[in-house]
């Protein structure tokens, strides 16, 4: 499975962007997918996720703000309105394949294949 961002960029406070994940390869039926970012000097935070039937879940600082999507050419998307410049990290798509019943989670340790990232930066 590979997983590919795009949509990163540089953007004023108050801004918005749209990541996209592109996945290829042998795609489960049942996945959850996540958003996580790395701000400099910081930990690794998943942002959203959502699952193969379309439930999400959000971090508390994105709720209102980021809403991640699917489609059905295995495209993930997190859209981000009113950015802020906590918000500037480098974004990783990841994929969880055995995620099953649980349902989408904010756990980047759980997650089973990461793409390459793709840089955000808001600036005030």
């Known amino acids: 499975v590979q997983l590919v961002e795009s949509g990163g960029g540089s953007v004023q406070s108050g801004e918005s962007l749209r990541l996209r994940c592109t996945a290829s390869g042998n795609i489960y039926s049942t996945y959850c997918m996540g958003w996580i970012r790395q701000g400099p000097g910081k930990e690794r935070e998943a942002v959203a996720g959502?699952?193969?039937?379309?439930?999400t879940i959000y971090e508390d600082s994105v709720k209102g703000r980021f809403t991640i999507s699917l489609d059905n050419a295995k495209n993930t998307y997190l859209q981000m309105n009113n950015l802020k410049p906590e918000d500037t990290a480098m974004y990783y798509c990841?994929?969880?394949?055995?995620?099953?019943?649980?349902?989408?989670?904010?756990?980047?340790?759980?997650?089973?294949?990461w793409g390459q990232g793709t840089q955000v930066t808001v600036s005030s």
């Open positions: 990841a994929a969880d394949f055995f995620c099953g019943e649980r349902g989408p989670h904010l756990f980047p340790a759980e997650y089973n294949y």
């Open positions: 959502i699952d193969s039937d379309g439930k």
